[in-house]
């Protein structure tokens, strides 16, 4: 994955962080020589691993510095989860398919990523018990921001999540300063559904 393949993303930290975290480690080997290619790719369930240009620009828009803690909801494949353990020293991540749960644990353990934590479980309540979060990252789209990532998220803490319809969304960067919330749109983008309490119906 290189700066070239990344069009629009500045943040030279995320550009070196991708070029460094083999995403063909997180698919199935029949797709490796596809594996580097700018798009999303099936891994099992029904679901997918994110387009690269998304995984670098949900994470520029978290703007970590390094010591966040951090909840992921939507595992997948595990690959946006290395990513973001790259930049921060706790990462909380919840997926609601066991099997995508445990490959991603496996993965991520064998590569040596330590510092992951994974559930199995439905995301888009959050999870109270390690809140308050400096980032959340959702990587499933919701009909509406969930009021218990909201609740979850520390102040001055950033949410980044695609909202809108089924099958279009916009990516959303949600900043909770005191009592006030503030919402930036970043960009149109199409996410699998966030299914659950505080997502879309299964
Ligand atoms: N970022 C992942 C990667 O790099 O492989 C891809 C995530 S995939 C686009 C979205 C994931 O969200 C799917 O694995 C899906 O099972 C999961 N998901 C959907 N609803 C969920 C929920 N309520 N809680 C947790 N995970 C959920």
Redesign the pocket.
């Known amino acids: 994955m290189v700066s070239t393949q990344l069009p629009g993303i500045r943040d030279e930290r995320v550009l070196e962080v991708m070029s460094r975290v083999p995403r063909h480690r997180?698919v199935d080997p029949a797709l490796w020589p596809q594996a580097y290619s700018d798009y999303s790719l099936p891994?099992g369930?029904g679901?997918?691993?994110?387009q690269p240009y998304m995984?670098a620009l949900m994470t520029e828009s978290l703007r970590l510095s390094g010591g966040e803690k951090i909840l992921e909801?939507?595992?997948?494949?595990?690959?946006?989860t290395a990513i973001l353990a790259e930049f921060s020293a706790r990462i909380f991540s919840?997926?609601?398919?066991p099997s995508?749960a445990q490959r991603a644990r496996e993965i991520l353990s064998e590569l040596g990523y330590e510092n992951v934590v994974i559930m199995v479980g439905?995301?888009?309540k959050g999870w109270r018990q390690f809140s308050p979060y400096d980032r959340i990252l959702v990587?499933?789209s919701a009909p509406e921001v969930p009021y218990s990532l909201v609740e979850q998220l520390s102040d001055n803490g950033l949410l980044v999540i695609p909202v809108g319809e089924r099958d279009h969304q916009v990516l959303k960067v949600i900043e909770k300063k005191g009592r006030e919330v503030v919402a930036d749109d970043i960009c149109g983008c199409s996410?699998?559904p966030?299914?659950?309490e505080e997502?879309w119906p299964g």
Request: proline letters at 0%; hydrophobic letters at 40%.
């Open positions: 997180f891994i369930a679901q997918t691993i994110s995984v909801i939507g595992t997948g494949s595990g690959y946006q919840i997926e609601r398919e995508l439905d995301g888009s990587t499933a996410f699998v966030l299914i659950g997502g």
